[in-house]
């Protein structure tokens, strides 16, 4: 099924049933190339399960994933990566025992581009140094701070040059300072013209970087359009804040 | 008729299988200790009642009241002392898995090591061995009594972990172990609980089957894979799932033996599980994860 | 495992050829012991190259050895195969025995995995023992050969050295950085393009190939093959003990086991015997609670911490 917009990534009417509980029930929405898109809603509401489906992790029970027209829905994870998908984790995965520059090489050899030797060990280098931590390529991974952590993952994802990026609450966990930081590390990819679909509820962050924005609750899409639009729909602020609220 | 002799006789088997995995099940699906030693104390309860009905005439069926709390202090103990300090410095559940079969893998020989200093070889003994008539097939009394019993204990337990509080909480634990201490349910000490009484489970199972089958100390291996293989094809966790599962390994297994060989029953186990790993490795009612 | 080094291999290369003048220098007691050091060198450190980085545990060791051994035997003695037609047959069979099981298991979490190989040699003994009574008709298996002990220490130091010497290839190329990589965390292995199944697949093939391979070698050494004593789990738990015991996180970590152990385990043998399967499970403990690395690992943290001191 050929789409009029220059989607580069297709969600179409995907359902997703674990033994019974629907976490995620006909959502669809496209996300066009060089858009940042924001997936907020309360918790519990199947955000993390659609990114889940996206990089692979789940299959659809109903419903397609397409990139660029080639459906990717079936796909095991490994394969999705070097369809051009890279994603962030909720919670921080890093390599233990291996070095920061190794653990941002990872991205690098086994994607679509399988760099190897000194040629990924240099584009790893350009990583960390593009995410600002340039200097830091010996440093064993537990003394890191939580940023940082973020910062390695994010240069490993960067590693495997990406077509579209998947950030889960990348935001999440971080303090003022470190949170100032890294809504500008997102900001040098808008700027770079990634295309970026994002997981989110730090809301300022939101407002600022995306174009547009796919509310879910209770796992079905409930409102869908400029963060300002989205933000001020009485369904939003019902399903975030109770009825009282509206 | 053959088909009858199998039927009847691999389904008083499962009874004692689904007993000893249902001990299994609260080890690995509660307390997450996947124990490879489970086998050996399997052993230990029948090593128990052949010793006190050879010297001393007790009846097994008594035993079985003296092993249960001996053996519930002995896995407790076996799990304060040595499988706690494994899951707190544990950074993961992958690791604890690797570590608690490399810790129970070593406690498997101490127990074969102190089992054949007390009886080097093999042992059985003739208890309720004579013959009766069950649907016009004979079997030996011991089996159906060891069966009766099996299904009393599995009720029990049934009743205890779905009519009760402690038994609710023991659920929780097995579901999640983070989500059961955020609703206030002390982990460590139901996880200990829960693999003492595994345990006691196993070796109630033990002396129920010394009863009818010929035993040494190094068996245990063959037991601890086949309870492993029930846990596997019913699912982990689930008791339902391991009783199906014990009755569908008792009969195979019998069918093996008595149409093939009786000494391929352990093949006719991993036949079994070849096909489980193939096409359903979360068990028949295991939930499947990622 | 970390990437192995060229000074790794230079040294690795002067112990080889130091270990290859044993047999001319020692008596035949010692050269029998260093027989088995050699053979059970080549099984741990084929059995590191795959459980080290993946932490399956493997306890397959023996169904590998316990097919050379019988295949050997049975080929010698009932098909008037030649010695190293069988062996080569051996090593094949293993390989695909171990990239079968593979397929089955691997996909899975490593429980699944060491399940299955926990009774492994036990279940494949049983079958041999049922083959060999209905199918093959003779009872006994003799492996006549005019190797002596000295051609058999050369032949298990060649495969310890062909075994060490793939997995320090591997270990510096992009096979072996996928597999410190699946043993770090095996999602985010997935996630950056990394075929986990296949991977595991062809390396626990490895360890099949040269597991069974080293069973057919020693085979003439007993004349005589017996299920029983081919497909001990004895075996299996031998290698492993001595892998950790050396350290799983370095390819020569077994090589630094193998010889301490062999060494207890024969005074143990000698002065305790009916207490030594005891003596091996507490082994097996002080391994895993105080010795989690092996030894390897605790001298690389003295090392480390030795450091932070200056």
């Known amino acids: 099924m050929r789409h009029k917009t220059q989607s580069v990534l297709s969600v179409q009417g995907v359902t997703k049933r674990f033994d019974g509980l629907v976490a995620v029930s006909k959502m669809s929405f496209h996300v066009a190339a060089q858009e940042m898109v924001g997936v907020i809603g309360p918790n519990g509401s199947g955000k993390t399960t ?60 086994f994607g679509h581009k399988r760099r190897w030797g000194r040629d990924a060990d240099q584009f790893a280098l350009e990583m960390l140094e593009r995410v600002g931590l340039e200097g830091q390529s010996h440093a064993p991974i537990s003394t890191l701070t939580y940023i940082d952590q973020k910062r390695v993952e994010l240069a490993r994802v960067l590693a495997g040059e990406p077509e579209v990026l998947l950030l889960d609450e990348w935001l999440a966990g971080l303090n003022p300072t470190e949170l100032e930081t890294g809504i500008q590390l997102i900001h040098d990819l808008r700027d770079e013209g990634r295309t970026v679909v994002m997981v989110e509820h730090v809301m300022d962050a939101i407002r600022s970087l995306c174009d547009r924005c796919v509310v879910m609750s209770s796992g079905t899409k409930i409102a869908e359009g400029t963060p300002e639009e989205v933000l001020s729909d009485k369904e939003v602020i019902k399903a975030y804040l109770g009825d009282d609220n509206a | 008729m053959q088909i009858i002799d199998i039927l009847i006789s691999g389904l008083l088997l499962s009874g004692t299988y689904a007993l000893v995995a249902m001990g299994l099940n609260l080890q690995y699906g509660v307390a997450r200790i996947m124990n490879l030693a489970n086998g050996e104390v399997l052993v230990f309860g029948s090593l128990a009642a052949f010793w006190l009905y050879t010297s001393s005439q007790i009846s097994p069926l008594l035993t079985i009241l003296i092993v249960i709390p001996i053996s519930f202090i002995g896995n407790l103990l076996i799990y304060n002392l040595l499988l706690a300090p494994l899951v707190r410095r544990s950074k993961s559940r992958g690791a604890l898995e690797v570590d608690s079969i490399l810790a129970t893998f070593g406690m498997s020989f101490i127990l074969i090591g102190i089992m054949t200093s007390i009886e080097g070889g093999f042992f059985a003994y003739k208890y309720l061995s004579e013959p009766i008539q069950i649907l016009g097939s004979t079997t030996s009394l011991s089996r159906l009594v060891a069966f009766l019993i099996a299904t009393l204990i599995a009720l029990v337990l049934y009743l205890w972990l779905n009519k009760t509080r402690s038994g609710v909480a023991v659920r929780a ?8 201490g955020l609703v206030g349910i002390n982990v460590p000490r139901l996880s200990a609980v829960a693999f003492a009484i595994g345990g006691a489970v196993t070796a109630v199972g033990g002396a129920l089957i010394s009863t009818f089958i010929t035993l040494d100390a190094s068996i245990g291996v063959v037991f601890t894979l086949k309870a492993l293989i029930i846990v596997i094809m019913g699912g982990v966790g689930e008791i339902r799932g391991a009783i199906i599962a014990a009755i569908i390994l008792g009969i195979v297994e019998t069918t093996v033996a008595t149409l093939v060989d009786p000494g391929l029953t352990l093949a006719a186990a991993y036949f079994i599980f070849v096909l489980i790993l193939l096409f359903r490795p979360q068990g028949l009612f295991g939930r499947r994860n990622t | 495992m970390k990437a192995s080094t060229v000074q790794e291999l230079i040294i690795a290369a002067i112990l080889a050829f130091l270990a290859a003048l044993w047999p001319l220098v020692v008596d035949i007691y010692w050269l029998g012991i260093g027989v088995d050091v050699m053979m059970y060198v080549a099984l741990a450190t084929s059995w590191v190259l795959f459980s080290g980085p993946t932490h399956y545990i493997s306890l397959a060791t023996a169904a590998f050895f316990g097919i050379g051994g019988f295949l050997v035997g049975s080929g010698m003695s009932d098909y008037e ?20 099981i593979g397929l089955a298991t691997l996909r899975l979490s490593g429980v699944y995995f060491v399940i299955f190989t926990l009774g492994l040699a036990e279940m494949i003994r049983n079958l041999v023992s049922w083959i060999q009574n209905n199918f093959l008709g003779s009872r006994g298996l003799y492996v006549f050969t005019d190797f002596t002990d000295k051609h058999l220490y050369w032949m298990l130091l060649g495969v310890a050295v062909a075994v060490y010497l793939l997995g320090w290839i591997i270990s510096r190329s992009r096979l072996g950085f996928a597999l410190r990589i699946i043993g770090g965390d095996e999602t985010v292995a997935r996630h950056v393009g990394i075929d986990t199944a296949t991977v595991k697949v062809i390396l626990f093939t490895t360890t099949g190939f040269f597991a069974a391979l080293v069973g057919a070698i020693i085979a003439p050494r007993w004349s005589y093959i017996e299920p029983n004593q081919v497909f001990s789990p004895q075996l299996s738990f031998f290698v492993v003990i001595m892998a950790l015991l050396g350290g799983a996180g370095r390819l020569w970590g077994p090589v630094v086991g193998v010889i301490p152990f062999l060494l207890i385990w024969n005074w143990v043998d000698t002065n305790f015997p009916n207490q030594s399967i005891l003596v091996l499970g507490i082994a097996f403990l002080v391994i895993v609670y105080f010795l989690p690395h092996g030894v390897v690992g605790r001298l690389e943290q003295l090392r480390i911490w030795s450091r932070t001191l200056k």
Request: aromatic share 4%; with cysteine; glycine share 10%.
């Open chain 3, 81 to 100: 195969a030649s010695f190293w037609s069988m062996a080569a047959l051996s090593a094949c069979v293993g390989a695909v025995l171990a990239a079968l």
């Open chain 1, 50 to 109: 659609m990114m889940n489906l996206i990089s692979g992790v789940y299959t659809p029970s109903e419903g397609g994933i397409s990139l660029h027209g080639r459906q990717i829905s079936n796909l095991p994870p490994q394969h999705i990566c070097r369809e051009g998908i890279g994603r962030t984790f909720q919670l921080v995965r890093l390599l233990p025992g291996l070095t920061v520059l190794e653990n941002v090489k990872a991205g690098a050899v």
């Open chain 2, 173 to 180: 634990v097995s579901v999640s172990t983070e989500a059961a």
